[in-house]
């Protein structure tokens, strides 16, 4: 079939369109997935995931697509240390931190250290908060956390964990590979209730490096496949120019 040299145009001109976000697409896929695997070690890192939607241009119909990132907050597998500043969560929650500016941070990292104030902090300097501010250890002393987040010092109970929750996970934005920020000016953090606390355990991450390795193949794939439809609407309308100018 013949095709008007416009109609014809337009089509190969749409075909590039939906190739090239295509290769975007599959571009920050492979981004995402390989950040993913990268930090798959890391305890408490919640993996990246990606949404997708066409949207239409509004020139010629053709399509492209919107990429939006976002969190997988599922439940990482336990990890036994022993250690007594080692601390894992299971259920809906984060420990909440406080940085050097007084600004609050949310973590499913749960391993900690003795500062040289009693303080229990991150190996960073941020510091673990308890419902009452800071949770400071007496000298010599070694912590026992219990299931609902109090923290004894021998027979003394010196805090409880400030447990943090949301009912809308996707106010959370990173603030590094194993810690969330609140992206509103106004905190919408709340008790958690549904959580409790394991001393002596680490959360790993809830990155499956088998699945996202499938998932790198597969996309690599599509990429591939892309770059070929692109190169061959490419060539056709050169060609098409070219016969146009003879």
């Not at 601390?87 to 600004?103: I, N, R, S, W, Y």
Request: aromatic content about 6%.
């Amino acid at each position: 079939m013949e095709w008007p040299n416009g109609d014809f145009t337009r089509i190969m001109l749409s075909v590039l369109y939906s190739s090239a976000a295509g290769l975007d697409a599959s571009a920050k896929t492979q981004e995402v997935l390989a950040r993913n695997i990268a930090n798959a070690s890391h305890h408490g890192y919640k993996r990246a995931t990606l949404s997708f939607a066409d949207e239409l241009r509004n020139a010629d119909g053709s399509s492209t697509v919107s990429v939006k990132e976002g969190i997988g907050f599922e439940q990482g597998e336990m990890l036994r240390t022993e250690s007594p500043l080692d601390v894992a969560l299971e259920g809906d929650g984060f420990f909440t931190l406080q940085k050097p500016d007084g600004g609050l941070l949310y973590t499913r990292k749960g391993s900690f250290v003795l500062g040289e104030d009693g303080r229990i902090e991150t190996t960073t300097g941020f510091t673990l908060q308890g419902t009452s501010g800071p949770i400071l250890l007496p000298p010599g002393t070694t912590p026992v956390i219990q299931k609902d987040g109090s923290v004894l010092a021998g027979d003394q109970v010196v805090g409880k964990l400030r447990l943090a929750a949301f009912a809308d996970k996707s106010a959370l934005v990173r603030a590094g590979s194993t810690l969330f920020a609140e992206s509103g000016t106004v905190s919408k953090a709340m008790p958690a209730v549904d959580c409790s606390v394991r001393q002596g355990f680490l959360e790993n991450s809830n990155v499956d490096i088998l699945s996202e390795m499938v998932l790198m193949i597969e996309n690599a794939r599509a990429f591939e496949a892309n770059q070929r439809v692109a190169s061959a609407a490419s060539t056709a309308m050169s060609e098409l120019n070219e016969a146009a100018e003879t």
